[in-house]
C-alpha cells in the first residue's frame, strides 16, 4: 500500500483578490518523483514556500512527512531538503569547506560534518572537486552541489525549483540522471518543479499540471492523455507492401473491435484511431487475411500535447 509523505488540502494563498494558490489538493507518495508543471507564475514556488513553512497559507493545510508546516516548519526543515532555482555558495572557500559548514549548521560535529560532505560529494560527481574553490565552478557544478547540500542532511523528501535553470543540455541529462539514481537508490520522494516539459517528462512517475493557482491534471503521462484524448488516444499507422485494398468485410469487422475509433486508407498504409492499445489485435487481424505488413507505428500522446491541450482549455475558460 502507498504511503502518502506530502499531502495538501485546499491549500490557498491569496494576495488581495488574487488567488496565487487556489484551493489545492495533492497527495505524493513515498519514493516518489512527482513533476509540478506549469508556466512561470502558475504558483509553483509559492505552493513551495508553503509546504516549508516559509509562508503561511491564506486557507488549506499542508503536511510534509507528517508535520503541519503553518506550526512545524523546524520539523519540516529537519525531514526536507530544499534546492532552489539559484544556489550560493561562499566563493572563497572549495566545495569541501561550504559544505563542511553547511553539516556544522545542521547539528553535525565538524569530523561528521567532513566524512558527510566528502560522502555526498562523490555521490553527485563532485569527488575531483573537493578543494577547488566554488568560484571555479561551472552552473552544472554548483547545482550538483546544491544537491549534495540537500543530500548532508539525510532528509526523507527533496523539494527542487527549476534545479536545471542555466545547464547546457547534456549537463541537464546528467542532472536528472543522478536525481533518478539517487531517488530509486535510497528511496527519496522528489517534488520537481520545473516548465520544462521533456525534462519532467524524462523521470518522473506522475506529473500535475499547474496553471493560474490551479492543478487543471494529475497522473502519469498514459493517464492524462486517456483524460484530454479519450477517443483518439492511440493512432496505428499500419505499412503494407503495396496499395492498400482493404476490402468492405474487412473493414467493417476492424471497426467491430473494442474501442476502435475509425479507419481510413491512403496509398499503402491504414490509419486507425482508437481509445486504447489494440496494436496487437490489429496486427493479428491483418496477418490472418494475409496482409503483408512492412511497418508499425503507433502515435502516443507526449507531455507537450497533453500540456498544450490542457493549457489551450484553460484559455477557453477564462
Known sequence: METSIIELKGLTKSYGSNNVVDHLDLSINKGEIFGL?????????????????????????????G??????????KSKVGYMPDSVGFYDDRTGLENLVYIGQLNGLS???AEKSAIRVMKTVGLGNDLHTKT??????????????????????????????????????????NLIRTLSREYGLTVLLSSHHLNQVQKIC??????????????????????QLFSQTSHQINITLDEPVSLTK?????????????????????????????LTPDIVRFMVKRNYNIIGVN???????????????????NV
Open 67 to 76: 508535520y503541519n508546516a503553518t506550526f512545524s516548519p523546524i520539523d519540516i
Open 135 to 176: 568560484v571555479a565552478y561551472s552552473r552544472g557544478m554548483k547545482q550538483r552541489l546544491g544537491l549534495a547540500d540537500v543530500l548532508i542532511k539525510q532528509p526523507e523528501v527533496i523539494i527542487m525549483d527549476e534545479p536545471t535553470l542555466g545547464i547546457d543540455p547534456s549537463g541537464v541529462n546528467d542532472f536528472l
Open 37 to 65: 508543471l506549469g508556466p512561470n507564475g502558475a504558483g509553483k514556488t509559492t505552493t513551495i514556500l508553503m509546504m516549508l513553512g516559509l509562508i503561511e497559507p491564506t486557507s488549506g493545510i499542508a503536511k510534509v512527512c
Open 110 to 112: 565538524r569530523l561528521e
Open 249 to 277: 468485410e474487412d473493414e467493417q469487422e476492424l471497426l467491430q473491435l473494442a474501442s476502435l475509433e475509425s479507419v481510413a486508407k491512403e496509398n499503402n498504409q491504414i490509419l486507425i484511431n482508437c481509445n486504447k492499445n
Open 298 to 316: 503507433q502515435k502516443t500522446y507526449g507531455l507537450e500535447d497533453i500540456y498544450q491541450k490542457y493549457f489551450e482549455n484553460q484559455h477557453l
Open 205 to 226: 512517475d506522475r506529473v500535475g499540471i499547474f496553471v493560474k493557482g490551479k492543478l487543471l491534471a494529475l497522473g502519469n503521462i498514459e493517464q492524462l492523455s486517456e
